[in-house]
């Protein structure tokens, strides 16, 4: 076969591994988070259709009520991360959602203030697993520079689903009265078992590696495990006994199917690889994911955006009623805002991908949302605050995949990336708690407090982005010089001395940070 035939060949197989993991990978995970989505903010629909009024709630009890959740939800993420593996995730994320869909079924039951904080306690606790797991297990599927535009696409579904959730609960409310249940409970009922049928249905679909997806032949197979090992690169690479000072890497291109090698003491020899399957967990390698400042700085980043995702998506339906809009009228006017959302969330991602960008993007719409929160503010009509919401959710819901890629792009060895991934996710969620009590009812419709509040952590946020951006450039520019070669030595020490049996991940110094 000629060079230009085999290069021909090489992308006809590409193709057709991407497009049969497309089709087999993102849309159980789109409805598993479609239906994620859908439970959690279908507590703000219910409000509205009288869950106060027939659970007897006053002053903040409702807020209470909603940031219980955040509490399980955050405990979990961490621990949920390191045993997908064990599990295997095509199982455990399935297992996940058929938990969290009985406890909603179960909401429709409530009668009172504590029935209802048990339940969102346990709601969270269920939930809490399925992020961190979704962009861990798509980490183990996906090329680093391909993994966005999938997380763009099932997170396009979240910014459906604040459409969807409307229209449901406004065909659902019509329910009130059957079997004697009011039609906030309906709501939960129906929406929760349809969550455990998605559920189900998606176990059946969901590959739990490459290796065992049955979608595959033999060659498409082989060859969809050598390209991910290949853009993995160095990072899976692990000591000889020869003195690290003499390890040097051969230049690769993954695109081109070039080999690794490495050089010790003038000979030339394969390296030892530790495959991501093989990796055994160690807790040095989640205390390495800790100690990440991009961790940390992301974390900031992601918290300031969620405050404003989650505040959005559960008092928009009050935001709406308080404009003057009531019942299925204030349902459906929650759904226009979402649409430029979905389209720009999806655009975003794509162009994220193609560009190797994550930060800059988000740097870039981050103001978009700043703006339609300063328009809300100012704003003296109904007209002006419904237009600023559209602000709100063209520029926040884009960035919510760039940041979502950072780390797993970042990150490498399996469970330092199962750890920064859940821990960004776990950090970021105390937003949560503050997103709750943001919006008072008593306020509306300007809600002014609660706008200058979320604007705040917005503007916060940029700074945390642009402050993440500078470092990966600097620490990029470092590796680039020689300036982390000692990495490598530090390395070996760790190695003959037991520490790890990790790969060597993203310490290698020719590893590169994607912005």
């Not at 861990?136 to 459409?163: M, P, W």
């Not at 797993?408 to 009590?437: D, E, M, R, W």
């Not at 300007?446 to 503007?459: D, E, K, P, W």
Request: proline share 4%; hydrophobic share 45%; glycine share 8%.
């Amino acid at each position: 076969m000629s060079a230009v035939q085999d290069k021909e060949h090489t992308k006809a197989l590409t193709r057709r591994v991407l497009w049969k993991l497309d089709i087999h990978v993102l849309p159980p995970l789109a409805l598993l988070w479609l239906a994620n989505f859908i439970d959690r903010t279908n507590v703000g629909n219910a409000r509205i259709a009288g869950l106060e009024q027939d659970t007897h709630l006053h002053g903040t009890q409702f807020n209470t009520a909603l940031a219980i959740f955040y509490v399980s939800y955050i405990i979990v993420e961490l621990p949920s991360n390191w045993v997908l593996k064990k599990f295997k995730p095509s199982r455990w994320l399935p297992f996940l959602v058929v938990l969290w869909g009985t406890v909603t079924t179960l909401s429709g039951l409530v009668h009172n203030f504590s029935g209802l904080l048990a339940i969102r306690f346990f709601l969270g606790f269920c939930e809490g697993g399925l992020l961190p797991g979704i962009m861990l297990y798509l980490s183990t599927l996906y090329k680093r520079h391909e993994l966005q535009q999938r997380v763009g696409i099932f997170y396009a579904s979240a910014s459906l689903s604040g459409a969807f959730g409307g229209l449901l609960a406004t065909a659902i409310i019509k329910m009130d009265g059957i079997g004697g249940l009011a039609g906030w409970r309906w709501i939960f009922i129906l929406e929760g078992i349809a969550t455990v049928i998605i559920a189900l249905t998606s176990m059946i679909f969901l590959p739990a590696d490459i290796a065992s997806a049955k979608f595959f032949t033999e060659e498409e197979r082989e060859f969809a495990l050598h390209r991910l090992r290949l853009s993995l690169g160095v990072t899976m690479t692990a000591p000889l006994s020869e003195p690290s000072q003499s390890i040097t890497r051969v230049e690769v291109d993954a695109e081109k199917a070039a080999e690794e090698k490495v050089e010790v003491q003038g000979q030339t020899t394969d390296a030892v690889v530790v495959y991501q399957e093989d990796e055994k967990f160690e807790w040095y390698e989640v205390i390495r994911g800790l100690k990440d400042p991009q961790v940390w700085m992301t974390s900031v980043a992601y918290m300031g955006i969620i405050i404003s995702l989650y505040s959005f998506s559960l008092f928009l339906p009050t935001i709406v009623a308080g404009l003057g809009y009531s019942g299925g009228a204030a349902q459906l006017h929650t759904v226009p805002p979402y649409v430029p959302a979905v389209v720009l969330t999806v655009v975003v991602a794509f162009a994220s991908d193609r560009l190797k960008w994550r930060g800059p993007f988000i740097l870039m719409f981050l103001p978009i949302t700043m703006a339609g929160y300063i328009l809300a503010i100012v704003a003296k009509t109904n007209t002006e605050r419904y237009a600023a919401v559209f602000l709100i959710a063209a520029g926040i819901y884009p960035c919510g995949p760039c940041i979502l890629s950072i780390l797993p792009n970042n990150s490498a060895g399996h469970y330092k990336k199962a750890t920064t991934v859940a821990l960004q996710l776990a950090i970021s969620n105390c937003g949560g708690f503050i997103a709750t009590f943001t919006y008072d009812s008593s306020e509306a419709p300007t809600y002014i407090r609660g706008h200058s509040i979320t604007l705040a952590f917005v503007a916060v946020a940029w700074v945390a982005m642009f402050c993440n951006v500078m470092y990966c450039i600097w620490e990029n520019r470092a590796r680039a010089e020689g300036r982390r070669q000692d990495n490598l030595t530090k390395y070996q020490e760790l190695w003959d001395t037991g520490k790890t049996r990790a790969p060597i991940g993203d310490r290698h110094p020719d590893f590169r940070f994607t912005l």
